[in-house]
């Protein structure tokens, strides 16, 4: 960035100057590396040979030890690593946590470009996995006899960590969606919980008229629930095959959410405060917020960020089109281990014993929602009574559904960047509560562009 | 003999010379050099396109949105900035302000707090659910503040840029003010000049100079606003584009779209008019008087 071109203004806010400069040097800086490995890209680069690997390779690399590096956001991570360690005393793991969610992904990525600074283990979200497995930043993990744990996992998110042939993570948590509502304020207003969107639509018109200050939802855009209600309802909207890219943001499934989730929007019927602020978790402990449709892993979050709420708030299955029974998943983590890793034998070794050994009990300690099949069908698991969910064995609902979770859904291989402009295309027929299918029409014209400009061919 | 000399010039000079050229010239060139290659992030790899990115820049309804809505901002905030900031520096000069010392303290204080924090502390006060808005929503019954939202939020921007600024703003002008010699100040006493003659006659064109300086960096600072949006961002996303300033769309560009050349462009294009609006400013500020 130029900002060295208008530098002489520095003392007036610096502080920002001082962050562009900082990331004008660094993009220079990267490219320099770049430049100084030729046409430093992706695939195929020699040094081969130390990729090879086979199932023994990795108990042999657990044994022998050594030192791997580990980014995770997640909150069980520390404790993961330390039982790690304890169990394998030859092995140090220096955990770091290097931001959550895009700060971690914009991190990972420069040092993905910049060739050196890897991490040998990264916890990449279900729907970024692509996007970092495609350009061959992520090790196979087939080499490693990985694909023999199918069995141990949910449908879902086992095909979460493959793109396309190739196996690059093993699931850690995985996110079914369910209906948690507030029972408080729907037995004030005297709803029924919604087993249908129409139902649902309904309950949200009646507790509007009731009190104009309650909203049935929160929804002021947000490309992660967008997607998840998309798959929930059928829809497709996004598949790739090699370089070939299709996106369908009108597909049929798409269509038949927006046809009940304008409603609602049009309406002026759900609360435009934005997920995740302050406002946000206020609103879910003080009945502002009467329902959320989101993934298993809010219990957690809900306990821990939103005290008022305890003892109101339980769970129901989704609604869903038809009264059947149908859910999608909304959010999910994998370890996946990077190209760049020096000792892949051994980050292999340490993302089986996170996710298919002894990690996943430190992962269910810490409250994790799991993905694999022997824990969600554990009877402790599912019938354990939650205090904050006032006594209901919520596990019995999120467990069921994360057995209806309805199967060949994929994300984009740059889900990341199409998120990231979710705000200026389909936020902006939110902001002017209009139908999302003009927003909807936009998000897929710029996506197809970007696409383009990337290498793919897109069509859309 | 002379040779010698000019040589003992260069070794005093180098540090300062290698630091300049490693730290200024280096990404400077290396922002021109990405800005003529096109590098696809997954599949393509990297082609030189020549002036290619340039033309699109030119081109590109985001970038101009983006411009036009810091040019915005910089003719309508500027001046408020500057007027306000004038005025205190008049008042605690005059003599007659009991406390100067504290109000000095006070406006500037907003300086000192960092800026992230700032933005932060106004983006509670700009709630409309739970912060100080709603509460004023609340106590005339209307929902019609709304700083957050659409048509608001540029001026919302704009309050919290001022509030940050006039107390800098102000030290500049009155440290100019505190150079004027005793003697002119008697000197029009005696000549029977009013409070009022004193400060058209004296004091603005003692701060002729100040003015300038403080303009100059003003319109930089606001042509590099990012700051602010960018937190203001995860309150009202929707409000709020990848694009709404040049160096968010140049920031976004980068750090979400991986597009480090188009991100390059943006960023020399914005640069270049910021230089030239600013040396147009310094030229007018410098030739006529006030």
């Keep these: 960035m130029g900002a060295g071109v208008t530098v002489k203004g520095n003392k007036m806010k610096s502080f920002q100057r001082r962050r562009l400069l900082v990331a004008g040097t660094t993009i220079a800086a990267l490219s320099l590396v770049l430049a100084a490995c030729g046409s430093g890209n992706d695939s195929g680069s020699g040094g081969d040979t130390k990729q090879q690997g086979s199932p023994a390779a990795v108990d042999e690399a657990l044994k022998a030890g050594g030192t791997i590096t580990y980014w995770s956001w997640t909150p069980s991570a520390q404790a993961q690593v330390t039982a790690f360690e304890k169990a394998y005393p030859n092995v140090k793991v220096n955990y770091v946590n290097a931001g959550t969610g895009n700060d971690h992904y914009t991190k990972l990525q420069n040092t993905i470009k910049a060739g050196s600074g890897a991490p040998d283990v990264a916890q990449i979200e279900y729907q970024a996995l692509p996007q970092f497995a495609l350009p061959g930043s992520l090790v196979d993990l087939r080499q490693y006899g990985f694909d023999q744990f199918e069995s141990a996992y949910t449908p879902s998110t086992w095909a979460a960590v493959h793109a396309g042939e190739g196996l690059f993570g093993l699931p850690q948590d995985s996110g079914p969606m369910a209906l948690f509502y507030n029972k408080e304020v729907f037995d004030k207003y005297g709803l029924t919980v919604p087993k249908t969107w129409d139902e649902y639509i309904a309950a949200a018109k009646k507790l509007h008229a009731a009190d104009p200050k309650k909203f049935i939802t929160n929804d002021s855009g947000d490309a992660g629930f967008t997607t998840s209600m998309i798959w929930q309802a059928g829809g497709k909207p996004f598949s790739t095959d090699g370089k070939n890219v299709t996106i369908n943001l009108a597909d049929e499934g798409s269509k038949k959410w927006t046809s009940e989730w304008n409603q609602l929007v049009e309406g002026g019927l759900v609360s435009t405060i934005p997920g995740w602020s302050d406002a946000w978790f206020k609103a879910l402990g003080d009945g502002t917020i009467a329902t959320l449709p989101t993934g298993a892993w809010m219990p ?147 996506l197809v562009a970007y696409g383009n400009q990337q290498g793919f061919q897109v069509n859309g | 003999m002379a040779r010698r000399q000019e040589a003992k010039g260069w070794v005093f000079v180098g540090p300062f010379l290698a630091v300049f050229a490693l730290t200024f010239l280096a990404p400077i060139g290396y922002a021109v050099y990405l800005s003529l290659y096109r590098d696809q992030a997954f599949f393509g790899g990297t082609v030189f396109v020549g002036l290619d990115n340039y033309a699109e820049v030119l081109r590109d309804p985001k970038f101009w949105e983006s411009a036009g809505r810091v040019l915005v901002f910089l003719v309508v905030q500027v001046p408020v900035m500057l007027i306000l900031a004038l005025l205190a520096a008049l008042a605690i000069d005059s003599a007659r302000l009991r406390g100067a010392s504290f109000f000095r303290i006070v406006l500037f204080l907003p300086y000192a707090v960092p800026g992230v924090v700032a933005v932060l502390m106004w983006g509670f006060l700009y709630g409309d659910t739970f912060g100080l808005a709603a509460d004023l929503n609340d106590l005339f019954g209307t929902t019609v503040v709304q700083p957050l939202s659409g048509t608001w939020m540029l001026p919302s921007i704009a309050n919290i840029v001022t509030w940050e600024f006039v107390g800098y703003n102000m030290l500049i002008f009155y440290s100019a003010l505190r150079t004027v010699p005793g003697e002119l100040y008697e000197a029009a006493a005696i000549d029977g000049a009013g409070a009022i003659r004193t400060v058209r006659a004296i004091k603005l064109p003692a701060l002729r100079g100040a003015i300038v300086i403080a303009t100059i960096f003003s319109i930089i600072g606001s042509f590099q606003l990012f700051n602010e949006p960018n937190i203001l961002r995860t309150l009202a996303p929707n409000v709020i584009t990848t694009y709404y300033t040049p160096n968010m769309y140049a920031y976004n560009l980068s750090f979400a779209g991986q597009q480090f050349n188009y991100s390059a462009t943006v960023a020399i294009v914005m640069g270049v008019l910021t230089a030239i609006i600013a040396y147009v400013v310094q030229l007018r500020g410098s030739r006529e008087a006030l």
């Design chain 1, 300 to 446: 957690g979050v809900m306990e821990a960020s939103v005290k008022a709420g305890a003892g109101k708030w339980r769970v129901a299955p989704m609604p869903t089109y038809d009264g059947q029974p149908v859910t999608a998943e909304n959010g999910g983590s994998t370890q996946a281990v990077l190209k760049q890793s020096a000792n892949p034998a051994l980050a292999a070794g340490f993302v089986r014993w996170l996710n298919n050994g002894d990690g996943v009990k430190t992962f269910l300690a810490s409250g994790g929602f799991p993905a694999t099949t022997a824990d969600l069908k554990a009877p402790e698991f599912v019938g354990k009574k939650s205090a904050y969910f006032g006594g209901q064995a919520i596990n019995e609902v999120l467990t069921g559904a994360a057995s209806t979770v309805a199967p060949g859904w994929s994300y984009l291989p740059y889900q990341l960047y199409a998120n990231s402009i979710f705000g200026d295309t389909v936020g902006k027929s939110y902001q002017a509560k209009s139908g999302l299918d003009g927003g909807l029409k936009a998000w897929q014209d710029a």
